[in-house]
């Protein structure tokens, strides 16, 4: 895993010497677009100094769907505010080639969170399909303690980058990135195994002339690159898929990419397998690509435990009947509840 060094910056760093920045390390750059609905200042001004020094960029917008003054402890009308504010900066960052943009979600002094831990995980959740399915890779930004305590971190389908400062004033320069020990670092390396941790906010004291900014402090941040494996299919026989669930739901995508949707697959439909694929790790879970016949033309299937299971094909009795295995010939792929129970099934009906 690499890392990158990052500066986030906004109007309050005033000035922002990008060949500087770039001079002294920074190898990311990552611009507020907006607070709530409200563009940043200093948005174009930065993001064209940060392409003009030919540095890649990302964008996080500052959420405030959750205040309880916004929203009243109602998770309907948070969304109904989150939707209006990852409109506007969606429509703020088109064309400026962003890696990700990020939802930025803490609280200001003097407000309070209007949402309990299970409807704020709902609202983020909902925020980064609205920014995926932009075409934008979605991100969540909070503290450490806040996704401990705020939200379910394996729920929001997205990276996080998190805050976890080192005692200020004495903030460090860049180091060797390696995450801390203790109950915060122990949970970000839990993440970061599961390749959801995106970055690793260390430090915002001091350091603002050194990184080309015209304040005297500055965010710096280690962001996480993993080297993603190319995808391979191996062909295989035998093998059949079995969709378990429509909630939630078992997609088909047109490519092995979550971002190439067709659509969904019925509940008790059973599908022959062609080939298989990478094994990935997506919102918590472990799930295997495989590639099946759908509407005439090879197309994939992610196989999330919760949704689908993978098992031999099972000779039909009648001849032309629709293949279909039973319970104890299903292999159970993943982990979870679901899982084992399906497993627990498995095992008495053969026994």
Known sequence: MANLKGIDISKHQATFDAAKAKAAGVELVVCRAAYSTVEDIRWDAFTAAARGAGLPLAAYGFLTAHYKTKCEGSLAAARNHMRVQVSAW????????????AVDQELEQGYSMGLTASDNTALLHEACELIRAAGVQPVVYCSVSWAMTRLDAR????????AYYYKDPADPDFGTGALPGGTYGEFMQ???S??????????????????????????????????????????????????TSTKPA?????????????????????????AVGNTVELAGMTGTWYMIEHGGVDAYVLALPD????????????????????????????????????????AYLEG
């Open 90 to 101: 969606l429509d703020i960052i088109k064309g400026t080639e962003v890696q990700w943009l």
């Open 307 to 346: 949704r689908c299971a993978v098992g031999d094909v099972v000779i039909a009795p009648e001849a032309g009947a629709e293949p279909e295995p039973s319970v104890s010939e299903v292999q159970i792929v993943g982990e979870g509840k679901l899982a084992d129970l399906l497993r627990a099934l498995a």
């Open 194 to 243: 599961e390749g959801l941790l995106l970055g690793w906010q260390f430090g915002r004291i001091g350091y603002g002339v050194q990184y080309g900014v015209g304040s005297a402090n500055v965010d710096r941040n280690y962001f996480y690159e993993t080297e993603d494996k190319p995808m391979e299919f191996v062909k295989i026989e035998g093998k059949q898929l079995v969709v």
């Open 190 to 192: 839990g993440l970061a």
């Open 250 to 274: 078992c997609e088909v995508f047109s490519a092995p990419d979550t971002a190439a949707v067709l659509g969904k697959l019925a509940e008790g439909t059973v599908h022959t397998i062609k």
């Open 155 to 162: 729920s929001l389908g997205a990276p996080l980058w998190l």
